[in-house]
């Protein structure tokens, strides 16, 4: 085959982005296998570094394989179960992608639906948590890539979490560019990918659970829709990592 050599580009939009010549050597280095000692340190290293990205001390950080939108999947199959009532932010693509992940695993989605471009009033979200009482998770886009508009998370969080329910940001789009607090948001389930900010290709969804958010991970009554992004098996594999 002819050898494919793309042409340089400046690269100005949210994504993706060009990625480093370091990061392009180290994807040059020998494979490893899944069980090797030495991909298992890799492992632990990049749970750290993740967590310092996030600012967050959950133990359930990890990288899925797959794009940001697995990891939206990964947030959304593993905490909705059919039936469940949630209620999604929507101001873009993103939004509006959230929204129909979680009527595929059998959500009853109320979407708070503004302008493109705009951000989501934390009024909206309190008259939808109250008109909703059985709601049991919020998602919410902290910087929506199809725009660039940015919700400040924070007061949307204290509704939330006063309402008693969950709350998933995606942050595919900040990750790296922005603060993403996750502990001082007491954000429940945070998504991103590795081709924006962080200035990696494609190919690797950095999530991050609370212990809440694995509290109603256990409390399922059926099994997670996805077998490849269930949470549940994936901790057996990540969470040896933990305990070492």
């Known amino acids: ?71 939206m999947e990964a947030c959304v199959c593993n905490l ?17 992608r959230m929204k129909d992940v979680a009527e595929r695993y059998g959500a009853t989605v109320h979407p708070i639906e503004v302008e493109w471009g705009q951000i989501i009033d934390p009024e909206q979200v309190a008259v939808a948590l109250t008109e909703h009482p059985k709601v049991k998770m919020v998602g919410v886009v902290h910087a929506e890539t199809s725009t660039g508009a940015h919700q400040p998370i924070e007061e949307i969080a204290k509704l939330v979490h006063d309402a008693g ?14 603060p993403v607090p996750v502990d001082d948001w007491e954000a429940d389930a945070v998504y991103s990918g590795t081709q924006k900010c962080l200035s990696c290709p494609p190919g690797l969804a950095p999530v991050t659970f609370s212990e809440r958010a694995m509290e109603k ?28």
């Open 1 to 71: 085959m002819k050898q494919l050599a793309p042409s340089e580009r400046v690269l100005l939009g949210p994504g993706p982005s060009a990625v480093p010549t370091r990061v392009l050597q180290a994807l040059a280095a020998p494979t490893v296998g899944h069980l090797d000692p030495e991909y298992l340190q890799i492992m632990d290293e990049t749970r750290q570094l993740l967590q310092t990205v996030f600012s967050t001390k959950n133990d359930m950080t990890m990288a899925v394989s797959g794009t940001g939108s697995a990891g």
């Open 80 to 96: 909705v179960e059919p039936g469940d009532e949630m209620i999604v932010c929507v101001n873009g693509v993103f939004g509006n």
């Open 165 to 178: 329910a969950l709350l998933v940001v995606d942050c595919v789009t900040s990750l790296g560019g922005l």
């Open 217 to 244: 991970l256990e409390a399922r009554s059926t099994k997670v829709g996805s077998w490849y992004l269930d949470l549940t098996m994936l901790r057996n594999y990540w969470g040896d990592a933990v305990a070492r």
